[in-house]
């Protein structure tokens, strides 16, 4: 199962979590465009949480904006996945 971003196949199984952990911290440090995925990961991750933080029940009037919040968070995700699979794909 393959999921398309921009363009980029990018097997829907990758789990960006492991990915950028399996890298060492050595090889961050050399490549910029990979330190800078880190750092938006890692920023993506609190956007994450503080997105949970904000649950809205049902019944709330402001349900619908939280869940389109929410899309947009993950296909931002997506995209992250796209380009940290092509940045550990390129060597």
Not at 10 to 22: I, Q
Request: glycine fraction near 8%; proline fraction near 2%; charge should be neutral.
């Amino acid at each position: 199962m393959t999921a398309r971003n921009g363009g980029d196949v990018v097997p829907a199984f990758v789990d960006l979590a492991t990915m950028l952990a399996s890298v060492s911290d050595r090889a961050v440090l050399a490549d910029r465009g990979l330190a800078a995925l880190v750092v938006e990961f890692a920023c993506w991750e609190i956007q994450l949480a503080e997105w949970n933080g904000r649950w809205k029940p049902k019944s709330h009037d402001g349900r619908g904006d939280w869940i389109r919040e929410g899309r947009a968070m993950f296909d931002d995700r997506d995209t992250l996945k796209a380009r940290a699979y092509a940045l550990l794909r390129r060597d």
